[in-house]
């Protein structure tokens, strides 16, 4: 059977996307979310969601807040199409449970995972964990990462843990303003060991508001993705897609592709 020059061209199999700080106040930023969804994730295989998707997550039952409900209704119906949907926590949404990921249809992956697409491994994670040389900030994420501080914390009403994450987020902003953009960034190192914890060849993060290619020793890869802000001048935005020949690609805020 004679291929068609449509049939022939390679098929989007995979799209990740991370960082888009989802919050009422953002609406642009929202709306090209759901653009995204109808324009893109409707048509692929799986969506991944790489961490920092809302601006703060303080527990599932903050699904009361009806800008919350209506993203997690906005991935459920991307995932009752046969969109298979994968979340992976971020610095600003770890607290995101199974209540939240059975609204959306999803299924919550550890950080770091390793998928396979046209039998080439893909490393996916966050990237906050590789951040080695912000000492303050691993500090911070050990402790609230562990599941007795969780718990703790969950146990507290929903409008004090709002509190206290906002507390956290402005000491977090006026902390790193004395930060150097290298502290801020993954180490080197970490990048290393994750590589060879793995065993791939190529890793997808964000979390660094970064995005960039970079080509390593051995012919190893890392794609880090960008964050979300179209409601800014400038807009920032844009995401990763894998197709069925195993190629990655990258797309910009506009949905162009950068070669």
């Not at 390679?10 to 960082?19: M, N, R």
């Not at 992976?88 to 550890?110: C, K, P, S, W």
């Not at 995972?113 to 966050?126: E, F, G, K, N, R």
């Not at 390593?216 to 995401?239: I, N």
Request: glycine share 6%.
């Amino acid at each position: 059977m004679v291929q068609t020059a449509l049939e022939a061209q390679p098929k989007t199999v995979a799209l990740f996307i991370s960082d888009l700080h989802l919050q009422a106040s953002l609406p642009k930023t929202t709306q090209a979310f759901f653009d995204f969804l109808m324009q893109h994730a409707m048509h692929t295989n799986a969506l991944y969601l790489l961490g920092d998707i809302f601006e703060y997550w303080a527990g599932d039952d903050d699904l009361q807040t009806p800008f919350n409900a209506t993203i997690a209704q906005a991935i459920n119906h991307v995932a009752t199409t046969g969109v298979k949907v994968f979340w992976m926590a971020g610095n600003r949404d770890f607290l995101v449970g199974e209540v939240f990921a059975q609204a959306a249809g999803l299924t919550l992956l550890t950080d770091p995972t390793v998928i396979t697409i046209a039998q080439s491994q893909i490393t996916l994670a966050h990237g906050d964990a590789q951040c080695t040389d912000d000492a303050a900030y691993m500090a911070f994420r050990k402790q609230v990462r562990n599941p007795a501080y969780q718990q703790q914390f969950l146990a507290m009403p929903l409008a004090q843990r709002k509190a206290i994450i906002t507390g956290i987020r402005e000491n977090s902003q006026s902390a790193n303003k004395d930060k150097s953009y290298a502290i801020m960034d993954v180490n080197a190192d970490a990048i290393a060991q994750l590589f060879a914890t793995t065993g791939s060849q190529t890793l997808i993060h964000g979390h660094t508001h970064r995005p960039a290619l970079h080509v390593l020793e051995g012919a190893k890869r890392r794609f880090v993705l960008p964050d979300w802000e179209y409601d800014a001048t400038p807009a920032r935005g844009g995401w990763i897609s894998a197709t069925d020949d195993g190629v990655l690609h990258r797309f910009d805020a506009t949905g162009q592709e950068i070669l």
